[in-house]
């Protein structure tokens, strides 16, 4: 099992930024990538950012290319998710995922654990 925690949620304007973390434990030793997913109200969740643990490749959904940046610390067993320009449309609940198995986490079926979510809301 692997344990998520995620912290750095919160309300901003729009044009600001936030930065959320993620901190994982346990059976860590398999994991192939980290990411990060994020679910409005009404929608399915749907893909942001992810990371290849190891080399350390990110990759984007197009919506958020040029503004987000993911990046890991391995020291530390965290990824981050750095938001800048927020937009109103940004505005979800964040999940920390993991994959443990040697394909791109970017569809919820790619994701082995989740956390347990951060609000992020950007006011226009």
């Known amino acids: 099992q692997v344990q998520l925690v995620e912290s750095g949620g919160g309300l901003v304007q729009a044009g600001g930024s936030l930065r959320l973390s993620c901190a994982a434990s346990?059976?860590?030793?398999?994991?192939?990538?980290m990411g990060w997913f994020r679910q409005a109200p009404g929608k399915e969740r749907e893909f942001v950012a992810a990371?290849?643990?190891?080399?350390?490749?990110?990759y984007y959904a197009d919506y958020v290319k040029g503004r987000f940046t993911i990046s890991r610390d391995k020291s530390k067993n965290t990824v981050y998710l750095q938001m800048n320009s927020l937009k109103s449309e940004d505005t979800a609940v964040y999940y920390c995922?993991?994959?443990?198995?040697?394909?791109?986490?970017?569809?919820?079926?790619?994701?082995?654990?989740w956390g347990q979510g951060t609000q992020v809301t950007v006011s226009s």
């Open positions: 995922a993991v994959g443990g198995r040697r394909i791109p986490v970017n569809t919820t079926t790619s994701v082995d654990y």
């Open positions: 346990g059976r860590t030793s398999s994991r192939y990538a």
């Open positions: 990371i290849t643990w190891i080399l350390g490749i990110p």
